[in-house]
């Protein structure tokens, strides 16, 4: 059926009807896949980006980055661990099941079951329980203050509808095997799953039964992923795609200079970093693991050139930044902003005084597009770090795959970026990133960065409700983190989106596609 025909059917059948001329179709290409369609299986924010038009949460972010009600209508606090939560009527899942407070609950019990990459976002919660079909109470473990930030990055799904494709847990992204959600996936969101080629196509059309307003005018979405940036831009230049997002530094200017297309810049809140094994014994290959030594672990930072690879690769799209923060964010100190300087001599200097003056070999690892010139910056690195003796193995992996073995632990240095999300606040990143690995606690920092006083300083972030209080303690974990090299941080990225000059899009400093603020002239 042609997908003009297939639109006017469906928009006509709402009560919408609409000529196959005046559809619109937004062919979107990135350099990755969709990981997949179940929103519990990753905290992966690409995917959670654009599968975010297809599941809705209790809250969501606005245009303004500001938490507005979603399927919740309203909450109130009963004591300081104890929310109320008054669930909206009359919304539908896509294949026309009412949502309930049955929905959330399965959905809680599903994106908080062990090993999930979710249950350290809901670990603050005791129990959820029901009320009444559009009432849930829940109760909290502690005090916490970033209750309603989590919950803007947690989905809901359809009971009945996951128990009937045999989907009650998470997808196992390592296998993949029998999994109805590579293909499948049923929400309340503005746009629905309309068909699904992995690693070719995935379409999504206007869900004309969204329970809000609807500012958009999109009709189809297509997603194709295109790996090579070259490849990419040209699909964009050529007219066969009308919007990229992270357009290449290096094409900007092309892009720009191009009838019919521009570039929509913001700044991220993502920072790139390299982290790294500080805990084992010895690195594959050694004796010894030199990264534990904090004199290596700064020879490695003042070994990279960070402006050469703002100027040269990112082309003046970046902030080469100290900390783990954005000035976007809440709490972000930049008193503490302040890097290390680029200087071979003092990074030959600090080897030999740690018993490395003929260098070593590092394995090292980095995702393939999952970061805007992740490969280039990595490869730039092998080449900055044999200048000071370090014989770096790059390997490089598809973002799937390396999203699954950083966290199991399976590298001693390798790229990450992270930006706070979903929950728009320092916790998140400390949390997951700087806290020694304890349970639910320090999931992206395997043997990695271990401080006993960040440790005890975490969690009263995560319960300080007192402003002044938590600035104190973020800054104080910030400072801790930065003076002992917890990670090699590099810069915050750009956001450098092309687009046709008749796609009329928003470009939020989190990088989520809220595509049900997006026109098309």
């Not at 084992?280 to 020879?299: C, E, F, M």
């Not at 395997?446 to 303690?473: C, F």
Request: hydrophobic share 40%.
């Amino acid at each position: 059926m042609n997908r003009y025909l297939k639109i006017l059917l469906l928009t006509s059948c709402a009560g919408l009807a609409v000529s196959a001329a005046d559809a619109k179709t937004l062919r979107f290409a990135e350099s990755q896949e969709i990981s997949s369609m179940d929103p519990h299986a990753a905290r992966e924010d690409f995917t959670l980006s654009l599968i975010g038009n297809v599941y809705e949460g209790l809250v969501r972010w606005n245009k303004e980055l500001k938490i507005e009600p979603a399927l919740a209508e309203s909450w109130e606090t009963l004591s300081d661990t104890k929310w109320r939560f008054h669930l909206r009527k009359g919304v539908e899942f896509h294949n026309g099941n009412p949502f309930t407070a049955d929905d959330v609950i399965f959905s809680f019990e599903r994106a908080g079951s062990p090993g999930s990459p979710f249950a350290g976002l809901l670990e603050p919660i005791a129990e959820v329980v029901k009320v009444d079909d559009h009432t849930i109470d829940m109760t909290l473990k502690r005090k916490y203050a970033l209750l309603l930030n989590d919950f803007a990055g947690w989905y809901i799904l359809d009971k009945e509808f996951q128990e009937s494709i045999g989907a009650q847990k998470p997808l196992d992204l390592s296998t993949n095997t029998g999994g109805a959600m590579i293909t499948q996936g049923v929400g309340t969101g503005p746009f629905k799953v309309a068909s699904r080629e992995p690693d070719v196509k995935t379409v999504f059309v206007a869900n004309e039964k969204w329970w809000d307003k609807r500012e958009h005018n999109i009709d189809e979405i297509v997603y194709t992923p295109i790996a090579n940036n070259a490849t990419r831009v040209a699909a964009l230049l050529s007219g066969e795609v009308d919007f990229i997002r992270n357009a290449p530094p290096q094409d900007v200017a092309r892009i720009e200079a191009t009838p019919g297309m521009q570039i929509m810049r913001a700044p991220h809140l993502r920072n790139i970093f390299y982290g790294m094994d500080q805990q084992s014994k010895t690195l594959p290959g050694l004796d010894s693991n030199p990264l534990a030594d904090i004199r290596v672990r700064k020879a490695i930072y003042q070994a990279i050139d960070i402006d050469g690879i703002k100027r040269s690769i990112m082309r003046d799209n970046s902030r080469p930044s100290a900390i783990m923060m954005a000035p976007q964010l809440p709490f972000y100190d930049a008193s503490l902003d302040v890097r290390f300087p680029f200087d071979i001599e003092a990074s030959k200097a600090l080897l030999k005084e740690a018993g490395y003056a003929d260098g070593f070999t590092l394995p090292m690892d980095c995702p393939a597009g999952s970061f805007i010139n992740d490969e280039q910056i990595c490869q730039a690195t092998v080449g900055m770090l044999a200048k000071v003796g370090i014989k770096a193995q790059l390997t490089m992996h598809p973002p799937v795959q390396f999203d699954t073995e950083l966290p199991a632990g399976k590298y001693s240095f390798y790229m990450l970026g992270w930006a706070g999300l979903p929950t728009l606040d320092a916790y998140n990143i400390i949390s997951a990133t700087f806290h020694t690995p304890t349970g639910d606690l320090g999931a992206w920092n395997p043997k990695g960065y271990s401080n006993a006083r960040v440790d005890e300083l975490i969690p009263q972030i995560g319960t300080e409700y007192d402003t002044e209080k938590r600035q104190e303690m973020i800054s104080e974990v910030m400072k801790l983190h930065r003076d002992e090299v917890g990670k090699i941080m590099l810069h915050q990225q750009f956001l450098t989106w092309g687009m046709s000059d008749k796609v009329h899009a928003i470009v939020p400093a989190d990088e989520y596609t809220r595509f049900w603020y997006y026109t098309m002239d």
